[in-house]
């Protein structure tokens, strides 16, 4: 079973910044594609930032020029840098693995992902 350990989260103030970090263990990491999620109050959950295998990446709009995904192979970690922070971008953050075979055209639906984190809480003061 897949474990995730997620770290990273907490308060911050309007225009701050945070880095989420997931480490990931019990999957073949580096042939994994990973995305962060979130979900705020009443809402659905949304996809942040993804990254595939060979390391490309792709954001949803509302964080595109603020936050940054990466991974470090040798580490089983996942990143999630985030700058110029908004009140907007309060909720809880999951990590998500997907160790199947990487399809780029899947990658922005939840149900791509066969594994889930325990998520941490993002709150952004204004």
């Known amino acids: 079973q897949v474990q995730f350990v997620e770290s990273g989260g907490g308060l911050a103030q309007a225009g701050g910044s945070l880095r989420l970090s997931c480490v990931v263990s019990?999957?073949?990491?580096?042939?994994?594609?990973f995305g962060w999620y979130r979900q705020a109050p009443g809402k659905q959950r949304e996809l942040v930032a993804r990254?595939?295998?060979?390391?490309?990446?792709n954001y949803d709009d509302s964080v595109k020029g603020r936050f940054t995904i990466s991974r470090d192979n040798a580490r089983n970690t996942v990143y999630l840098q985030m700058t110029k922070l908004k009140p907007e971008d309060t909720a809880v953050y999951f990590c998500?693995?997907?160790?199947?075979?990487?399809?780029?055209?899947?990658?922005?639906?939840?149900?791509?992902?066969?594994?889930w984190g325990q998520g941490t809480q993002v709150t952004v003061s204004s």
């Open positions: 998500a693995a997907s160790s199947g075979p990487y399809r780029g055209s899947d990658a922005n639906r939840p149900d791509y992902y066969n594994a």
């Open positions: 019990e999957i073949t990491f580096s042939t994994s594609a």
């Open positions: 990254i595939s295998p060979g390391g490309s990446t």
